[in-house]
C-alpha cells in the first residue's frame, strides 16, 4: 500500500514526508508516537482524552515487520508483482493477492481501555467498515457474536470470508434492517467521496442510545479518493481546520462530527502502522482514534 518507489501521486509522496521507519524510529523515542499536548486540545475535548502508550501487542507488530521486511527473495518479488500490477489494479488488491501490507490501529488493551470495556465484555453486532484483510477486525471481533464486515477489494473480501466474517456490500450494510452494537471506520473518512453522509448513514445505522462508533482518522487530513488508479478529490470536501494534531483534533470534534449528529466520549493518539517493504521495515502515520455516540441534542444537517 505505501511502497514509496512507485508513487507517482503528489498526495501519495506527501504521506511519505510524514512517515516514520524503523529505522528512523530507532533514533526518536516511540512514546512520541502518543504524545499530546492537552493545553492545546479544545475545553470541551481536553477532559476526553485518553493517554495510550507503546504496549506488547504493538512491539509484536513491530517486530513481525522487521522481519518480514528482511525476507529478501520474497520482498523482491513483492516489488516485481506490485510494479507489473500497479498500472492495473489498486495497491489494497494488489496487498491483497501478495498477502502483504497488513495493518495494526490498536491493540485489544488499547481498545478495551479507549471503549472503557472490561475484557470479557461482550455485545450482539459488530461492523467494520473497509476491513482490509481483517486483522483489526480480529482484535475487535472477540468481544462479538456478530462480525459484518465491508471491503470493495476483491481479494481482501477473500482474506474476509477466510476468517469467517459476513461480508456485506457497500450499499448493503444500511439496509439490513438490524442495527449494530459498534461500528468502526478505521482511516476511511479520508479516502471516502461523501464523509458526512456516511457517518449520518453510520449513526442511523447504531443501537440506539448504546451504540458507538469507533472512528480513527490520520491527522494532518488530507482527503483524496482513489478512481481508475488516479487520486482525486472527493466529491464532498470535508476541510479540517488547524495545523497540529490537538487543533485538528479539536476541530472534529466540535464542528465535523457536531454536524454530523455525533458527540466524542474519548479520544487517543495512536500510531498508524503498516508492514514494510524491502526499503523500510514499517510504516507510521499519525492516527487520532474517537468514540463517538449519537448527540442528544443533534445538530445533524443535510448542508
Given at each position: 500500500?505505501?511502497?514509496?518507489?512507485?508513487?507517482?501521486?503528489?498526495?501519495?509522496?506527501?504521506?511519505?514526508?510524514?512517515?516514520?521507519?524503523?529505522?528512523?524510529?530507532?533514533?526518536?523515542?516511540?512514546?512520541?508516537?502518543?504524545?499530546?499536548?492537552?493545553?492545546?486540545?479544545?475545553?470541551?475535548?481536553?477532559?476526553?482524552?485518553?493517554?495510550?502508550?507503546?504496549?506488547?501487542?504493538?512491539?509484536?507488530?513491530?517486530?513481525?515487520?522487521?522481519?518480514?521486511?528482511?525476507?529478501?527473495?520474497?520482498?523482491?518479488?513483492?516489488?516485481?508483482?506490485?510494479?507489473?500490477?500497479?498500472?492495473?489494479?489498486?495497491?489494497?488488491?494488489?496487498?491483497?493477492?501478495?498477502?502483504?501490507?497488513?495493518?495494526?490501529?490498536?491493540?485489544?488493551?488499547?481498545?478495551q481501555q479507549?471503549?472503557?470495556?472490561?475484557?470479557?465484555?461482550?455485545?450482539?453486532?459488530?461492523?467494520?467498515?473497509?476491513?482490509?484483510d481483517g486483522g483489526v477486525t480480529e482484535v475487535m471481533g472477540a468481544h462479538f457474536n456478530e462480525v459484518y464486515t465491508t471491503e470493495v477489494s476483491p481479494p481482501m473480501r477473500w482474506h474476509l470470508q477466510r476468517r469467517n466474517y459476513k461480508v456485506l456490500d457497500i450499499d448493503e450494510w444500511q439496509l439490513t434492517g438490524f442495527h449494530y452494537d459498534v461500528i468502526s471506520c478505521l482511516n476511511l473518512l479520508d479516502r471516502c467521496n461523501d464523509p458526512l453522509h456516511l457517518l449520518r448513514e453510520i449513526k442511523r445505522s447504531l443501537v440506539p442510545n448504546t451504540g458507538r462508533l469507533i472512528l480513527a482518522a490520520v491527522l494532518p487530513f488530507q482527503p483524496y479518493v482513489e478512481v481508475g488508479g488516479q487520486w482525486q478529490r472527493p466529491t464532498e470536501h470535508l476541510k479540517i481546520k488547524g495545523k497540529t494534531w490537538e487543533e485538528q483534533v479539536t476541530n472534529m470534534s466540535d464542528e465535523v462530527f457536531i454536524r454530523a449528529g455525533f458527540e466524542v466520549e474519548a479520544v487517543?493518539?495512536?500510531?498508524?502502522l503498516c508492514e514494510g517493504d524491502m526499503y523500510n521495515d514499517y510504516y507510521m502515520l499519525d492516527d487520532a482514534v474517537f468514540v463517538l455516540k449519537a448527540s442528544e441534542t443533534s445538530e445533524e444537517s443535510d448542508q
Open positions: 500500500m505505501w511502497t514509496g518507489k512507485y508513487v507517482r501521486s503528489p498526495l501519495v509522496r506527501s504521506l511519505f514526508s510524514n512517515m516514520v521507519s524503523e529505522g528512523d524510529a530507532a533514533a526518536a523515542d516511540t512514546e512520541e508516537w502518543y504524545r499530546c499536548c492537552p493545553d492545546l486540545l479544545g475545553e470541551s475535548v481536553r477532559p476526553l482524552f485518553v493517554q495510550s502508550h507503546l504496549d506488547s501487542d504493538t512491539k509484536a507488530f513491530l517486530k513481525q515487520s522487521v522481519e518480514k521486511s528482511g525476507w529478501m527473495f520474497t520482498q523482491l518479488y513483492h516489488s516485481f508483482v506490485s510494479t507489473v500490477l500497479s498500472p492495473l489494479v489498486s495497491r489494497t488488491s494488489i496487498n491483497g493477492y501478495l498477502g502483504r501490507g497488513s495493518m495494526f490501529v490498536f491493540s485489544a488493551a488499547q481498545l479507549i471503549l472503557r470495556i472490561e475484557p470479557e465484555w461482550r455485545a450482539q453486532r459488530l461492523l467494520d467498515l473497509g476491513a482490509g487517543t493518539r495512536l500510531p498508524y
